[in-house]
């Protein structure tokens, strides 16, 4: 398997709200982060649109081409092995930058959807951004523990 120890993974939100994620959501999403960057460096980081996303994907990707995954109803329902193996196929192919994203409130634009190398669904419900930022930064915590074959998944 590849290694992650060159890889950066971006927790992201896009969010209006001033001050981005905070309250318990914001604190379960920090934790999330400590516990992802035991095995990847790891950040966290609210944009107030996607267009400054996308704008900042651009940017970066003049150095390094970011991979972006995009939390999305409309997107490929996995399990969280499956999520794993996504994970560990990007690490093989010498990924640097993996961004996952949670959009905003109206769902992400067609350049949005286009520009993503993975578009993932955490279900057929609607989920709050805070309470979805919360599922992305542990399904990353999860694949990465399910990767390394530490116990935290142990199938539930």
């Given amino acids: 398997m590849g290694g992650c ?7 992201v939100a896009v969010s209006v709200r001033k001050g981005g994620l905070s309250g318990p959501a914001g604190e379960l999403v920090r934790m999330y982060q400590e516990r992802v960057a035991r095995y990847a460096a790891c950040e966290s980081v609210v944009f107030s649109s996607e267009a400054a996303l996308l704008a900042a994907l651009a940017r970066e990707g003049a150095r390094v081409h970011p991979v972006l995954w995009l939390a999305d109803s409309r997107g490929r329902l996995c399990t969280s092995e499956e999520l794993a193996a996504s994970l560990v196929e990007s690490f093989d192919q010498g990924v640097q930058q993996l961004v996952l994203a949670i959009g905003p409130a109206d769902g992400w634009s067609e350049a949005a959807l286009a520009r993503a190398d993975l578009t993932l669904s955490f279900g057929r419900i609607t989920l709050p951004h805070e309470l979805a930022a ?6 990353m915590y999860r694949a990465l523990t399910i990767r390394a074959g530490h116990p935290y998944h142990s199938g539930h």
Avoid: T
């Avoid at 120890?5 to 927790?11: E, N």
């Fill in 134 to 139: 919360v599922v992305a930064a542990e399904q």
């Fill in 5 to 11: 120890d060159a890889v950066k993974i971006r927790l």
